[in-house]
């Protein structure tokens, strides 16, 4: 069982910038691909970014291209940059581990294990 921890959220004026960190319980962390969601209050679950493996492939979704950095140690950790923060990227962020594929995709069906969540609010 892979117990995930999130921290860094906060409030944030718009433009502003916050990394959040997730770090994994599990010593094989390195065999995991890693992802990041987001939640606004009365919408679903949304992909926020993902990382492989070994730190490739990365991927972003589309609104956040250019403001988003996600990257990973080898020990335990995964973290997303976000800048330029906007109002509309105020959610709950997630973020998840699986390796069921090969490959981590932007399906939250593919992820095995969850943090808690930490909130992101951003002013305008």
């Known amino acids: 069982q892979v117990q995930l921890v999130e921290t860094g959220g906060g409030l944030v004026q718009a433009g502003g910038s916050l990394r959040l960190s997730c770090t994994a319980s599990?010593?094989?962390?390195?065999?995991?691909?890693m992802g990041w969601f987001r939640q606004a209050p009365g919408k679903e679950r949304e992909f926020v970014a993902y990382i492989g493996r070994n730190g490739a492939p990365t991927k972003w979704r589309d609104s956040v291209k250019g403001r988003i950095g996600i990257s990973r140690d080898y020990a335990s950790s995964v973290f997303l940059e976000l800048d330029t923060l906007k109002p509309d990227d105020t959610a709950v962020y997630y973020c998840?581990?699986?390796?069921?594929?090969?490959?981590?995709?932007?399906?939250?069906?593919?992820?095995?294990?969850w943090g808690q969540g930490t909130q992101v609010t951003v002013s305008s």
């Open positions: 599990e010593r094989t962390f390195g065999t995991y691909y």
């Open positions: 998840a581990a699986g390796r069921t594929l090969g490959m981590p995709t932007m399906d939250p069906d593919d992820y095995d294990y």
